[in-house]
């Protein structure tokens, strides 16, 4: 009889170490299942099985009201269900304006988790928000809301889907003003991602800072802002993200599919190429100038084949790349703002040979995972496009030259601006 009630006692012991460790217990949200079930939730711990989405959605500027159709959409599509353990997060970094043009009234940054619930309704979950006024499109605010993601919500993969105004790799304001900058070439504001109207102006981020802000690996970064499809971005997230995609061209107002995002990215694998592909059918089923759009995926990893070729192309054809004239190369750009050509266009224009192009395309090939055009965009014929828009320094300023010497890593890799 005591040896019997030993091992009960024991025994009991034994379930509640067991129940202890689960996390699934300490949510208060027990399923059912005994030993089996507790020893997959306590690897379930150690080794999460879920993935993280992050929507940042800047959107206190002139997108306002289509940033908030947007995050309308993503809520009326896929939304993760439930928020144990081992549930996929969905979430929402945002700063909208109080109504479209009110740039004046105080906004505060808010990160919210998104989830279902089983009668299907989609639920809002604050989980950290900042002071009134604090732009959202900063080092510092993105790097605190992805290193707070991190830390509360370990998963085994994180992505991100960016979405304001941007510029690519240019000083911020120089594509609006560049008057403003030249001719003193004094280095200042050299920002190109993502804004934020202040009352002084405008808040936005180096290209460097933004991917600094990143302190994770991402499994893929999407960007729906204009002109971002450059080899420039891409560089900059080679080791912070293995997927990026983006747009050479600027990018018509509706941007991604957001109703529809989800169901790719919370997929197994996450497709992040099939968004893409859903972005550009979607524009392209359409007619006039609203038939406008180009979409490039880049797989970072695979870029040193481009990086060894190029260096090794532009040295070879540096005075014929040093006097190009940009009228002769495929550009992604309008208004005269002549700091968006096609990379491999610009090298066949300088001259380069039949296996010398060859190699390029090879090398284009291993890195660019999708890529797609429609025949113009707006004013812009596109008849010659690689997928990846780069500086052309012929078509560039002394400024310029300067900026892209000290600030873009593809320059430290190739030398394209000694």
């Known amino acids: 009889m005591v040896k019997r009630l030993i091992l009960f006692v024991a025994a009991l012991l034994l379930v509640l170490v067991s129940c202890s460790k689960d996390p699934d217990f300490e949510q208060g949200s027990v399923r059912g299942g005994s030993s089996a079930r507790s020893s997959q939730a306590q690897r379930s711990y150690t080794e999460p099985t879920r993935r993280v989405m992050v929507m940042i959605s800047g959107g206190y500027n002139s997108l306002a009201g289509y940033l908030a159709e947007d995050l309308q959409d993503l809520e009326s599509g896929y939304v993760p269900a439930g928020t144990s353990f081992h549930a996929d ?13 009110d740039y004046t009234t105080p906004r505060a940054p808010v990160l919210y988790r998104l989830w279902s619930g089983r009668d299907g309704s ?3 979950d604050t989980v950290k928000s900042w002071a009134e006024g604090t732009p959202l499109c900063s080092k510092e605010t993105i790097r605190e809301a992805l290193s707070f993601v991190e830390k509360k919500y370990p998963a085994a993969g994180y992505g991100v889907v960016f979405s304001s105004h941007a510029s690519g790799w240019m000083p911020s304001g120089y594509y609006s003003d560049p008057s403003k900058f030249e001719p003193s070439g004094t280095l200042w504001g050299l920002r190109s991602i993502g804004q934020d109207i202040t009352p002084d102006g405008g808040v936005e981020m180096e290209l460097t800072d933004f991917a600094d802000a990143i302190p994770m690996h991402l499994d893929y970064c999407l960007i729906d802002a204009c002109l971002s499809g450059c080899v420039e971005v891409a560089h900059a997230l080679k080791g912070k993200a293995d997927i990026v995609g983006f747009s050479p061209t600027e990018v ?17 694998p996450s497709d992040p190429v ?13 007619s006039g ?8 995926v880049v797989d970072t990893r695979k870029m040193e084949a481009l990086e060894t070729v190029c260096k ?14 940009g ?26 040979t039949e296996e010398e192009t060859a190699r390029l395309q090879a090398a284009l090939d291993a890195c660019i995972l999708y890529q797609a055009a429609t025949s113009s965009f707006l004013s812009i014929p596109l008849n010659r496009v690689c997928g990846l828009s780069m500086y052309l320094p012929s078509m560039g300023s002394a400024y310029l030259n300067n900026f892209y010497r000290e600030n873009i890593s593809w320059n430290h890799a190739t030398e394209l601006v000694l």
């Open 89 to 101: 997060v969905l979430l929402v970094l945002a700063r909208v304006a109080a109504s479209r043009g």
């Open 122 to 124: 989609v639920h809002r």
């Open 252 to 268: 018509l107002a509706d941007g991604f599919d957001y109703k529809n995002i989800t169901s790719h990215l919370f997929a197994t």
């Open 274 to 286: 099939e968004v893409c592909r859903a972005y550009f059918a979607y524009y392209d089923a359409k």
């Open 289 to 296: 100038g609203n038939r406008s759009a180009t979409i490039t």
């Open 312 to 325: 090794e192309l532009f040295d070879k054809y540096r005075i014929a790349l040093n006097s190009l004239k």
């Open 327 to 352: 009228d002769r190369v495929q550009g992604y750009f309008r208004y005269d703002r002549h700091y968006f050509y096609d990379l491999k266009d610009i090298l066949v224009q300088a001259g380069i």
